[in-house]
Structures are given as C-alpha cells and as structure tokens.
C-alpha cells in the first residue's frame, strides 16, 4: 500500500531504501521486496508464508483473504496492495506478511490459487483443503478482517463456469463473514462499474454493502507494469490517482473493528469435505449393499425351491452371483486422489477423495473427536490407514453346495469368495440336528437370511441419515447453503429415502432442491453438472 507519489514510479517498489532488489529501472522503477520464506509445516503440505520485515506486537495486523477467478488480475492486486511481485500464476495458497516500519499498520494477505483453472474441479478443490491446513494450524491464521473478491470491472454476466467459481468461494465461508466480503475491481477506467455491479446483483452475492444496498466495492486499474510513455502521461495520473483513492478507502475500511474468528469457516469447511465423504461411502455401501441383497435374494430363492431336500437332508447345488471386498492399488488418478483413507476394521473407503496432507491420522477431515464419522463402525482413527489403495467391489458368478456352509466354518482354509454368515451356519446345523416341525413353512436359514436383509435395510437408513444432517448442518452455519456443491447430491439422496419413505426429509430436501433452478444456482449447478458427467 505504499505508492510512489513519483511521476515515473506510479507502481509498485519505488522506494529504494526499503530492503529490496531493483529488477527494472523502468521506467516504471521495479523493486523485488527482500523477503523470508517459510512452510507452515514439514509435510507435503505447500502453504507458504512469505514475510517481510519484523513483526512487532503493538502493530495492529489486518488479514485479508484473496480469491478470485484466474486471469482477474489477483496477482497485479497484491502487488498494488503490499509493492510485491513473486512469479506468476498461484499454484498453491501463500500467505504474504509486511512489516514496514514506519506504518502503524502491517498486513497479512492469504492468497489462494486462481479458481476456474484449466486442470479442472480438482484444482479447485484444493483451495478448501489449503485453506483447512491453514486455519487448523497453530502457526496459522486465527482470523480475518477482509475477504476479497477479485473480478474485472468490464464483467457484465457470469458464465455458467463463473457462477461455479462464485459458488465454490462462498461455499468455503460460515454465515458470519458476509459482511467482511467487498470487491476489488480490476481493469477499471475510472467510471462507474455498472456492468461488475450488476453481475453481482443477477448471482445474488453475499456482501458488505452501503446505505444505498450498494456492494461495498473498491476501483483499480492493471497497468501497474507498462512502460511509460509520455502522450499517455494524463492517463497514467488519472489512473494513480483512482487506484491510491481506492487504496485509501480500502484501508480505512480494514480499520473497522469487524474481525472475525475462522472457526465457524472452518466448522463450514470441514462439513463439507465430511459430506462429501458421507455422500461417496453411502453410495459405495448402497453399491455393496444391493448387491449382497441380490445375492442372499437368489440364496433365499434356491432354499426356498429345495425345501424338500433341505428337510431330508439333502445335498444340492445353486448358482449364486457373489459379491466380495478387495483392496486394490489406485491408478490413473491426479495429485491428491492417489491416496485414501481406510478402516481396516469396516473394510471401507473413509476418505476417499484429496486425502492427502496428514501424518496423524486424526487430525483428517473425516475424525470427530478421534473416531471415524464415516465408516459403519465409527472405528477409533488407530484402526485406519492411509495410503494408495482403495477396496473396491467385485462380482463372481459361482456353484454353491449347501453343504459349502458346513464346509466354510469347520475347516481353517481362508475362502472369503465363499463365505456366508456365521449365524446362517449354526442356525442350518442345529435346525439339522433337531427334528423339523411339519408346520414350519421356512427353514432357520432362511429366517437368518431375512434377518441379514434386514440388517442392510437398517444399515443403509442409518447412511441416509447421517447424510441428510450434513445437510442439515450445513444450512445452518454456511454462507452459502445452496451451493452447487451440495444440490449436487441432492437427487441421489431424495431417490434413496422415497424408498425409506422419509416423507418430511424429502420435502425439505426438494424445497433445497428447487434453488438449483434460480438464476443464481443453475448455471454453477449445471457447470459442475456437466464437468461431473465427462470425468
């Protein structure tokens, strides 16, 4: 924020006696800061913090958070905000401190990597896992005083792409940052930018505003870098002095005593990525589930047809199609997908998706007070592991023996392909020792069978639940509720308790559903929709 007054050094790193390296004599003058690097942490974890200067305790410190689309001009913005200039485009979150000296005021600025990137949704993601390292950390950030959204002042519409990007900004905040939110508008001529102001108005964005019910907005120019030329000199003035009025305006605004914690950030944060945990092992376990549904459907169906020689004690075969568990390594998968988190009690995926950054296992998104909240056992995090391999579900179609149940349970060999429930085995072997009463209609297998049904039945409402106060959750402390983020599992899940016939559950959920279709969710909807749909 310190901008030359200098008619030739109207940008950034003019003051040569500030502990810096000339990297252009322009004009204009550029100066690279002299800076110290540090990583939060020894992990594979890249949140770097740059720092310049000293801190000193009786410095108010002002933390402000940059996001914004790639290609807005977020770099060119730090740049005119602390005279610093550090490499292209950002491809992790950097955290930059300066401390001058002479200004009462340092600052702390989070910048994130630009959403909308060419590599995808993946990409995108990892702005939230970032972010969690950041705010959990203990040399992290506690708070925030500003959060800045970075577009161009020409912008006119958001795009379906930029509606996602709107969305998965604000779904990242807990409800009580709307009023720190403004935005910096770049590429400005210096007149009103109605066609910025608008955008926002059409995508409904959660803001500070003024008395007129105005986004709280902030002008500036990018041509902090061009060459100077002397025809131009008026343009150049006019636009220094827009840009050190906004900056003026910016900093009286960061004045207000309107801190706020990042806990409930981080509560948002953490839900999601939990809900999208919940959401991806449901539908594995609904995989698994109908398949073994199917499975002990066809078992029923074959005793059912063999009755006759089950009580005569008969040997007979059936074909089966069974389902089994295995744990295979993950391939041809991006960065942080090649890693996921497992129980080796449940023998399920935990936390299947950016699983990538802990080195104790219970500080992963997916733990609550030590135990899994995903995995049917909620299992204690010592009986997970991380690493690459996942389990998957496989098929085989197999002869069965009925007398395969007495062969699985009183021999040792390991035959998981075959294996049924201990307790259909007992129940066969002492109804077989007992004499059958002519007026039972069904064996002890298959009441057992029914009872296994039962229990996936019971399972999966269990599943459905624990989604659905996700949601619940998320509605209540998110900035943005109806993300595109959450709509999107909204179908699978009003599918699923239709046939739990949760008739409140589903009308709350079909009310969420319905924003999906406003003009300020469809297109960020359809967008994840479709980029869902091709990966």
Same mark, same amino acid.
């Given at each position: ?44 974890? #890249? ?38 200039? *550090? ?33 995808? *949704?993946?990409?995108? &993601? ?110 150049? &003035? ?5 840009g050190a009025r906004s900056m003026n ?21 953490k839900e999601r990525i939990q809900l ?48 089994? #568990? ?40 997916? @733990? ?67 004499? @059958? ?15 296994? *049904? ?35 599992h909204l179908d699978f899940l009003i ?41």
């Amino acid at each position: 924020h310190h901008l030359s007054k200098k008619k030739n050094d109207i940008i950034i790193f003019c003051r040569s006696h500030h502990n810096a390296t000339l990297l252009n004599p322009g004009p204009p003058a550029l100066y690279r800061l002299n800076t110290e690097r540090k990583r939060i942490d020894e992990t594979e974890t #890249k949140v770097n913090r740059w720092t310049y200067g000293q801190k000193k305790r009786n410095k108010q410190n002002k933390v402000i958070l940059m996001v914004g689309e790639t290609g807005a001009g977020k770099t060119t913005m730090i740049n005119t905000l602390i005279n610093y200039l *550090l490499g292209e485009e950002t491809s992790v979150v950097t955290v930059y401190e300066v401390f001058v000296e002479e200004n009462p005021t340092s600052l702390t600025i989070i910048d994130t990597p630009g959403y909308g990137h060419t590599e995808g *949704l993946e990409k995108d &993601r990892e702005i939230s896992e970032y972010l969690i390292r950041l705010f959990s950390d203990e040399d992290g950030i506690q708070y925030i005083d500003a959060v800045c959204f970075v577009m161009k002042a020409t912008q006119n519409r958001l795009s379906r792409k930029e509606h996602y990007i709107v969305h998965s900004v604000l779904s990242l905040f807990g409800r009580d940052i709307e009023n720190n939110i403004v935005f910096l508008l770049t590429h400005s001529d210096g007149g009103p930018p109605t066609n910025a102001l608008n955008a926002i108005k059409k995508a409904e964005i959660p803001c500070r505003r003024d008395g007129k019910r105005k986004p709280i907005h902030f002008l500036f120019n990018n041509r902090q870098k061009e060459i100077r030329d002397k025809q131009y000199e008026h343009n150049y &003035r006019s636009s220094w002095e827009m840009g050190a009025r906004s900056m003026n305006e910016f900093f009286t605004f960061l004045e207000e005593k309107n801190r706020k914690s990042v806990w409930m950030t981080l509560d948002v944060m953490k839900e999601r990525i939990q809900l999208e945990a919940c959401v991806s092992h449901l539908k594995d376990r609904i995989c698994e589930n109908e398949l073994k549904n199917n499975e002990l459907t066809q078992i029923q169906e074959a005793l059912a047809q063999n009755r006759d020689k089950i009580q005569k004690f008969q040997s007979f075969q059936f074909t089966v199609k069974r389902s089994f #568990k295995e744990k295979v390594p993950i391939e041809n998968e991006w960065g942080w997908n090649r890693n996921a988190t497992c129980c080796n009690v449940c023998q399920e995926n935990c936390h299947e998706w950016n699983c990538w950054w802990v080195k104790n296992l219970s500080w992963c998104e997916v @733990m609550k007070s030590n135990h899994c909240t995903v995995c049917t056992g909620k299992c204690h995090y010592s009986k997970h592991v991380r690493e690459n391999k996942k389990y998957v579900i496989r098929t085989k179609e197999m002869k069965m023996a009925y007398d395969d149940l007495k062969l699985e349970y009183e021999h040792t060999g390991d035959r998981p392909e075959t294996s049924f429930d201990k307790g259909i085995y007992i129940n066969t072997k002492m109804k077989r020792e007992s004499i @059958m009463k002519e007026s039972e209609n069904k064996t002890e297998t298959e009441e057992n069978l029914k009872s296994n *049904l039962e229990k996936i039945k019971h399972e999966k409402s269990i599943m459905l639940h624990e989604a659905y106060i996700s949601i619940v959750s998320l509605c209540k402390i998110s900035l943005k509720a109806d993300s595109a983020s959450t709509l999107q599992h909204l179908d699978f899940l009003i599918l699923r308790l239709k046939e739990e016939k949760r008739d409140k559950w589903i009308k709350n959920l079909e009310d969420l559903k319905k924003t999906g279709d406003q003009q300020k969710n469809k297109g960020a909807l359809r967008h994840l929709m479709d980029y869902t749909a091709k990966n």
